[in-house]
């Protein structure tokens, strides 16, 4: 049994950057989307992080990783660098989802401005 999302997409879809261990289970890509759908943001941005250092490599189908990316601004809706993430592995396949891209990076962008916003004190 893999015992964490990033074992599972190793092993269904190799890695580019290390060897992958010998498993005898099923691969099947449905157990797998399902492993995903589940995870939680810390598991799926892991597998991210391990399998997809940069948006242009990996063997990480690029559906997959779209997929995790929207997983985790559900999970992470107010994250305005997941946000950037996301909108950066959209660009790099477009331009089917320019439009999509662009709004999270507007979305990013009024977040940050909103952070950096003082709030004003409170009348006494």
């Known amino acids: 049994m893999h015992t964490t999302l990033t074992e599972h997409a190793r092993c269904l879809y190799g890695d580019d950057f290390g060897p992958t261990r010998p498993c005898e ?61 996301a909108a950066a592995s959209l660009w790099l396949h477009g331009p089917d989802w320019d439009d999509v891209a662009a709004d999270l990076e507007r979305q990013a962008d009024v977040l940050d401005a909103a952070s950096r916003t003082p709030v004003s004190e409170s009348p006494r």
Do not use: K
């Open 25 to 85: 289970r099923e691969h099947r890509e449905a157990y797998f989307i399902e492993d995903l759908t589940f995870a939680d943001a810390d598991a799926i941005l892991a597998m991210l992080r391990e399998l997809c250092p940069e948006l242009s490599d990996g063997f990480l189908p690029v559906w997959t990783r779209n997929l995790a990316y929207r997983l985790l601004l559900l999970q992470r809706p107010g994250d305005p660098v997941l946000m950037r993430e």
